[in-house]
């Protein structure tokens, strides 16, 4: 695979970071992530204002535009005849004299192919287990997912897909993706200590009256329907939270419906 390295298109693998960038050693930096359908990037300006917005909060300069960006992945996904694939942009911390200050980072664009969870997983729904956490600079896209992927451990064992995070009784947010309840047909999401998704803005607009405001774990379990949201999964129902069942125990018919609305957009 080639990917775009230091302002060039390269080999993969011969791409290259020096070891004292705040990446490595600080787990600073930003990225994004979008998908490729039939050779075009889907949400391209909506994914490119995040990253750029992530950049400027981040204090980590970026010195592409947005033209040239989207001429190097327009290129990216013709080299790597990326069909249906994932992009994945991401921009370093850089070296710091103090091994510690945002300094000027290093752009990396990947092609990466994109494996979406089992069918069977949306048939059935998922389970996640709950954690009394919350996201530092929640709304920034930035590379940090130290807890993550080091509470992914418990997951399996528990027999679950992912976390729920909460903190006082309020939900924010999944580990990679956002999350939603239905309840008498009212669909809500929660406000804060969350990433602006690029599919929950989606699923907002195609649900058209979606509630934007704190949502309690006591709501979540006694919740119709409850789903996740992001690029990687589009909509997946969640049918347990920890050792709860939601609703019925089964996918709903507003996530169902909200799903096959999205894949119709996605054409
Ligand atoms: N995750 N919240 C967090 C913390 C995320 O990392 C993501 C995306 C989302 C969903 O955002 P979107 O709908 O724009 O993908 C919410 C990506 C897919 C990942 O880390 O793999």
Same mark, same amino acid.
């Given at each position: 695979?080639?990917?775009?390295?230091?302002?060039?298109?390269?080999?993969? $693998?011969?791409?290259?970071? %020096?070891?004292?960038?705040?990446?490595?050693?600080?787990?600073?930096?930003?990225?994004?992530?979008?998908?490729?359908?039939?050779?075009?990037?889907?949400?391209?300006?909506?994914?490119?204002?995040?990253?750029?917005?992530?950049?400027?909060?981040?204090?980590?300069?970026?010195?592409?535009?947005?033209?040239?960006?989207?001429?190097?992945?327009?290129?990216?996904? $013709?080299?790597?005849?990326?069909?249906?694939?994932?992009?994945?942009?991401?921009?370093?911390?850089?070296?710091?004299?103090?091994?510690?200050?945002?300094?000027?980072?290093?752009?990396?664009?990947?092609? $990466?192919?994109?494996?979406?969870?089992?069918?069977?997983?949306?048939?059935?729904?998922?389970?996640?287990?709950?954690?009394?956490?919350?996201?530092?600079?929640?709304?920034?896209?930035?590379?940090?997912?130290?807890?993550?992927?080091?509470?992914?451990?418990?997951?399996?064992?528990?027999?679950?897909?992912?976390?729920?995070? %909460?903190?006082?009784?309020?939900?924010?947010?999944?580990?990679?993706?956002?999350?939603?309840?239905?309840?008498?047909?009212?669909?809500?999401?929660?406000?804060a200590h969350v990433?602006m998704g690029i599919?929950?803005?989606?699923?907002? $607009?195609?649900?058209?009256?979606?509630?934007?405001?704190?949502?309690?774990?006591?709501?979540?379990?006694?919740?119709?329907?409850?789903?996740?949201?992001?690029?990687?999964?589009?909509?997946?129902?969640?049918?347990?939270?920890?050792? %709860?069942?939601?609703?019925?125990?089964?996918?709903?018919?507003?996530?169902?419906?909200?799903?096959?609305?999205?894949?119709?957009?996605?054409?």
């Amino acid at each position: 695979p080639f990917c775009f390295a230091d302002g060039q298109i390269i080999s993969t $693998e011969k791409a290259s970071i %020096h070891p004292m960038d705040l990446g490595l050693i600080r787990g600073y930096g930003i990225f994004d992530f979008f998908r490729t359908v039939n050779f075009q990037a889907l949400f391209l300006d909506s994914y490119l204002d995040r990253f750029f917005a992530s950049a400027e909060k981040t204090f980590l300069p970026l010195d592409y535009s947005r033209a040239e960006l989207k001429a190097v992945i327009q290129d990216l996904i $013709e080299k790597n005849h990326l069909k249906e694939g994932g992009i994945r942009m991401v921009l370093s911390g850089g070296v710091s004299s103090n091994h510690f200050s945002p300094a000027k980072g290093k752009l990396f664009i990947f092609a $990466e192919s994109l494996i979406f969870p089992a069918q069977e997983k949306y048939d059935k729904g998922i389970k996640l287990l709950s954690l009394e956490y919350v996201r530092p600079i929640a709304e920034i896209k930035t590379t940090n997912y130290a807890l993550p992927v080091w509470d992914s451990m418990r997951w399996k064992d528990a027999g679950a897909e992912d976390v729920l995070y %909460h903190m006082n009784g309020i939900i924010s947010e999944s580990s990679r993706s956002n999350f939603f309840i239905v309840k008498d047909g009212v669909i809500s999401t929660p406000d804060a200590h969350v990433l602006m998704g690029i599919t929950r803005k989606n699923v907002i $607009e195609l649900a058209g009256n979606v509630q934007i405001r704190p949502v309690s774990m006591q709501e979540a379990l006694n919740a119709d329907e409850t789903f996740i949201t992001s690029t990687t999964k589009v909509l997946l129902p969640v049918t347990q939270i920890d050792e %709860h069942e939601i609703g019925t125990g089964r996918p709903g018919p507003v996530s169902l419906d909200l799903l096959e609305k999205f894949r119709k957009l996605e054409r």
